[in-house]
């Protein structure tokens, strides 16, 4: 159902931190232009973790409405429990997504039986396919990679998203999904031509929202099993990524580094307006964002439009 | 403002996992009745991670017109970034909270400026007096007590509430917030003896549903000076604590262990009318509900009504 | 068999790294001059992870020699595995210690079962008594309490020394060793007074190598049942123990921090002639040192002798 | 320097704990024999940490005796502060070794500045070349990869051993040492072929033991830039790695579960006499052992000799 590119939209931002739909609607036709295979919205990128409610909804009604069905639109229903990420489906449900992405619950200490009750439960409850999100890093527990295998095999979730940057992992999980009909997507910007290499069905890099023909070019690379092009738009996209580093982190936590940049680049592409991200996060200094756009165009990217 | 025994109140829930309000209030009639000088409505404890919205205003709702301004009521806003945290703490208030209590952010990685950026952000747009919440084991992040000295100085936050176990770290805190007029309140059970002698203010124990009548001796005894009494109260609540390691971990996770116990304990005490916790926690078995109300019973403590 | 204060002692080096006996031999008679109770040669104050195995014997043979029986001398054997263990305590048998002091092994990744053959393995090839320590920062693995105590009780180990900073996890392992002859020490420098409270045995603090006369009186005031005398002893040395936070940590590791504090401080007092520590180990500042000596002094410490 | 296929060799035991040199002779001939690069002795499969010194030097000077220079014979000199690390070296160079293998120092906690003082301070004063081990599961520290990079590029160290699973890391020490001259292996079982592609130098897998024809054929294939046998042939060896999965873990602990795996898998080869691990490990139970090598069996490998 899915595969192919499926970036995680930044959430543009007025300078007075309300959506900016005007942006949003421009990102969204920059990567429809670039042949991106689907939109996902509401990750970390998306700034999920910081926007409220009401935000969240504008943010998922104004791709939607731009994506008007070219590709599916997959929806964040990130939160701590299961009634908790129920009410967010149904609400994605009712704006349009086609599918939702959803972590372990997280804050408190649970088990695997837990893990795997919260996405039988989403299962049972929702008509919309649930996509598993392994993001170790947010969730400080990893999905086991038997578990997701036996919810793929009984179809309780379509798909998985791998963020744990673990390629192991990753592969034991393609292994035990195999024949499922789920699909295996990588969250990983720099390790995707590897993913693709050993059979991953698409990619959801946040740093796709900068460079998305990058993505596309690599992915359909793989898919015509031409590995070495593959890794050569790697080894682009991973100079790209170096934009990540550019802020001072003394100062600011990753959070604020990743995603003050990704949208400091897209401010400098001319895709999106403003480059402020979501309270509590800070955004990169003046400086710091011209050496973003320095980064941006020795990568051999231009301003859009 | 806040002193004393402040229990973090369980949810009592239908058999079909709704709030069951009439327990809820007989377990803040029993609460009130102990002489605790506080409730924390929304805490871990109160699974505030796994309830809805509309749970977590009735749970409120429910407290603040049971309580009757007799003690204070103090609400989580426990979320992932600070709008988030905002529109809880917004309706916390409208429903008659007296004080939000907040951790950091989580779920995406931040710095220590954007932590203290969200107290003062919360500070600035918030009527409710916020008391800041250390629990590293869900946020994944420790409060670093040089800048909760800062923010009590600073009139940031009203108090700290210290779940992390850590009584060195509580130290520096209790230090650093000195003259502020912020209080400092912990957040174990079974340490509470150590913390009140080292000059704690008060105690917000999870196990206080259970046994509120202990710890408020534990308190009067502490602040009587009288220590040696206090650690023989402790001595039995340590005892009775042992109820959250009677579930089979190898079945659930350590929350589900725990709310499980306290819950049982609370039927077996004729409190509440049913022990199970929300999706996607796990009851314990029966056995092991039995177990607890042995525990329960040779701690000294009778059905109650 | 074991109580009271029992410093883990720093090892004086000369300018060129070589172990300074001269000084060595001061310190230990300053310690004993101060009343403490056994003396621990070999702990991570010692810079048993830095010295070589004739530094090692080098250094406990000069103290067992100084203390010439007047108190038992406790001897670190901490290697990755049992064999190396065992090679380490027979060692320190020869050159005349008491006791060994053992961690869990480390290094590879190990279970509890592995543990347990470990410390059954030590006492059933070895004459000396084997004390557990506990020390999780170093070894990455908490002795489980269960586990010491069943140990405890089969006579398998003699005491525990506990360096977890985990007050709850210290009392489970004194309700579990209870009756079993084991002696509980407490590693804490700054919680030693909560310890002995709870019924800790004795305290093995590092900072005590710089102000043993002030554990020594926190400890006979506990022992005598003085707990407020204890805590305002407590106070000072807790302050006292600000010079570990003197180094700046962007140049230097927490172990470089603290052990050159203890040395500049032991420098400063003039009990040992050189403060430098052990490759690759780097000594604080002459500007640092000059901060050390302040507090020292602040603390109401003076030269000796 | 070094390159290809170079496994840290296991050390066979005798059914007393001894150093089996026997086995041991025999399995240096096999992999000889399969057409390995180098061989590396003294690393964790090789039950570093459990080995006496005395064993560790038998097992180091059978190899070296049995290899003859037809490779090149790496030693592990794992300790956890550079006196030691040298001292291991020295001896390493005495027997033979032409270079040793060296992580960051261990047991105490430590900064980036003392492992940098570490590694020069060795490259000071040994003659042998140095290999920088990366193993963060037991280090509990990752080598920086900016700081392995000016290493390199100083000629400090001459090879780095990447066992961290963490392929983007890995990319990023490749850039950073790249025209140093330094070789880059990658300690990874299930990732080899990727690493490869990406352009690593070797591979130090522990299954290499077991399978040392697959790696040789995985990194010849890589070399001549065959991707798809390689990854064909790392299939496979990923399947076999499934060996170290079947003990139960609620039994013993990662390294008893796959030491013992490799030791029951080549002694069902008939490499090796006895399967035993050095105390504390403990061995697979017959039945383990068995389904080993029902596993062995199903990868295609036949007894040898």
């Known amino acids: 159902m899915f595969h192919g590119v499926i970036p995680p939209l930044c959430t543009p931002l007025t300078d007075d931190g309300e959506v900016d739909t005007a942006s949003l609607e421009r990102l969204t036709g920059f990567l429809l232009g670039a042949g991106v295979h689907g939109l996902f919205v509401g990750g970390s990128t998306g700034e999920i973790a910081q926007l409220s409610d009401d935000d969240r909804d504008t943010a998922l009604r104004t791709v939607v409405a731009t994506a008007a069905g070219q590709v599916p639109v997959l929806a964040g229903a990130i ?25 372990a619950p997280f804050y408190v200490g649970i088990g695997e039986a837990e893990v795997r009750a919260h996405y039988e439960l989403l299962h049972a409850r929702l008509e919309l396919p649930v996509v598993a999100y392994d993001i170790p890093s947010n969730v400080h527990v990893k999905l086991p990679s038997a578990l997701v295998g036996e919810l793929a095999q009984a179809k309780v979730i379509t798909a998985v998203k791998d963020s744990s940057g673990d390629l192991e992992g990753f592969q034991k999980v393609m292994n035990g999904t ?24 698409g990619i959801v890099p946040g740093l796709g929202n900068v460079d998305p023909h990058g993505y596309v070019r690599l992915y359909e690379a ?52 403003c480059a402020r991200a979501q309270e509590p996060l800070l955004p990169l200094t003046a400086d710091e964002a011209r050496r973003v756009s320095a980064l941006v165009e020795s990568a051999g990217l231009s301003r859009v439009g």
Chains 1, 2, 3, 4 share one sequence.
Do not use: N, W
């Open 178 to 201: 195999a024949g499922s009909g789920a699909t295996c997507l990588t969250g990983s910007e720099t390790l995707a031509d590897l993913a693709m290499a050993r059979g991953a069905d």
């Open 79 to 103: 939160d701590t429990g299961t009634r908790r990420v129920l009410d967010h489906a149904r609400r994605a449900q009712e704006l349009g997504a086609d599918a939702v992405v959803v972590t």
């Open 222 to 273: 793989a898919r015509a099993g031409d590995f070495a092009a593959a890794r050569e738009e790697q080894r682009r996209l991973t100079a790209l990524f170096g934009i990540i580093d550019v802020a001072d982190r003394g100062r600011v936590g990753p959070i604020s580094a990743a995603l003050g940049a990704f949208k400091a680049a897209l401010a400098s592409r001319g895709v999106i307006a």
